[in-house]
Structure formats: structure tokens, C-alpha cells
């Protein structure tokens, strides 16, 4: 009985040990399983963290191009130094009020101008032209100089005039989308405020 006993118990043991390590098989698989899930969920959380954030940056980005542009007050004053009191004067903002955003940007433009006159002792003058828009508007800011003779100034110092005022308004932030020769010119110098570019247009027009 004992002997019995002892082998029973051995047979057992045996028994035991063998299907613990079994167990430890299968509790194993499961847990590499459970690791991968869990790597797994991170990914996705991790992608989806990151859409998330794409979105809001999309969103401030197209939040920012439809809000109304201004002058700050450094974009004021670049704007009379460049030119002169002299040159202020007898320059223009043309813009359309055909789109209200526009021809409020075209009017801080104009007001600036005749604050750089008034300083230098001129004559508060219009400075606001209107241009009327047909389907080939331009879109942006343009720099445009008079072909006219009839300036106390010759064609080739108002053409450096204008890439001159283009670089200063560029320096202090206003994107200019070019400068152009005008055979009538409003001014000396025109400053054309056209609408915005749609967003789009934008990231098409800024691409490589």
C-alpha cells in the first residue's frame, strides 16, 4: 500500500509539473497575443491623435484665410516711409467695393496715404480710387507705376520707386503678388487691393 502510495504520488507529481508547463505555454500565447492587441490599440489611438490634430490644424489654417486683412501699425508706417509725404500724395488705392473685405483693406491703405500727405503739409486728397472688377480680376496685392510723362519724375526712378515700396511692404509682412507698368495709372504709384485668393488657390499657387 505504501509503495503504492508513493508511486501514485510521483505519478502525480509528474502529472503536475507536465501540465503546468502547458499552462505556461498557453498563458504565454495568450499574453503575447494581449501585447500585440494592446500595441495594436496604441497604433490606432496614436493615428487617430494624430488626424485629430491634422483637423484642427486645417481648420485654424482655413479659419486664417478667411479672416478680413489689415494694417498693423509697423505695415502703416513702413508704407509713408517708403514713399514720402510728396509721393503719398500723389499716389493711389485702387480697389472695388464689389467685395466688402477688399475695399476695407483698400480703405486702411487710403487713409495711411493721406496721413503720410497731411504730415508733409499737402492737401488731404482722396487717395481711394475705384476699379471695377471683370471676370479677369486680380487677385492679391499689386504695386503699379504711371507710363505717363507728364510726373515730375522719370520712368526708370518710379519703376525703382515701386520694386522699392514692394520690398518694404513685403518686410513688414504684406504679401505683394507683383509689380506692374500701367499706361493710366491713377498716380504715380497705384497700390490695386484685389479680393483674396481662395484657400485653395493658395496652397496651389504657393506650391513648388
Known amino acids: 500500500m505504501v509503495i503504492y502510495g ?18 505556461q505555454t498557453i498563458s ?30 486645417a481648420r485654424v489654417k ?4 478667411m479672416m478680413w486683412r489689415h494694417l498693423s501699425e509697423k505695415q502703416q508706417k513702413i508704407l ?11 499716389s493711389m488705392i485702387l480697389s472695388s467695393p464689389q467685395d466688402a473685405e477688399a475695399w476695407s483693406y483698400a480703405t486702411e491703405f487710403a487713409d495711411e496715404l493721406r496721413r ?22 486680380r487677385f492679391g496685392i499689386w504695386v503699379r507705376f504711371s507710363k505717363n510723362p507728364n510726373w515730375d519724375i522719370n520712368l526708370t526712378s518710379r519703376e525703382r520707386m515701386a520694386m522699392s515700396l514692394r ?24 497700390i490695386y487691393i484685389g479680393p483674396k485668393l481662395p484657400p485653395h488657390a493658395e496652397e496651389i499657387a504657393d506650391a513648388p
Open 6 to 23: 508513493v508511486a501514485g504520488e510521483l505519478i502525480a507529481d509528474g502529472g503536475i509539473f507536465l501540465f503546468s508547463k502547458h499552462l
Open 116 to 137: 503720410c500727405a497731411i504730415s508733409g503739409g499737402f492737401a488731404p486728397a482722396g487717395h481711394l480710387g475705384t476699379s471695377m472688377w471683370s471676370s479677369n480680376v
Open 80 to 90: 509713408c516711409s517708403a514713399l514720402s509725404p510728396k509721393r503719398a500724395n500723389q
Open 62 to 65: 482655413l479659419e486664417a484665410s
Open 167 to 190: 520690398k518694404a511692404l513685403e518686410d513688414a509682412g504684406v504679401k505683394i503678388a507683383g509689380v506692374l507698368t500701367m499706361e493710366d495709372a491713377s498716380g504715380l504709384i497705384d
Open 28 to 57: 504565454d500565447a495568450e499574453v503575447a497575443k494581449l501585447n500585440n492587441e494592446a500595441g495594436e490599440a496604441r497604433k490606432l489611438a496614436g493615428e487617430a491623435v494624430e488626424r485629430a490634430a491634422n483637423a484642427d490644424l
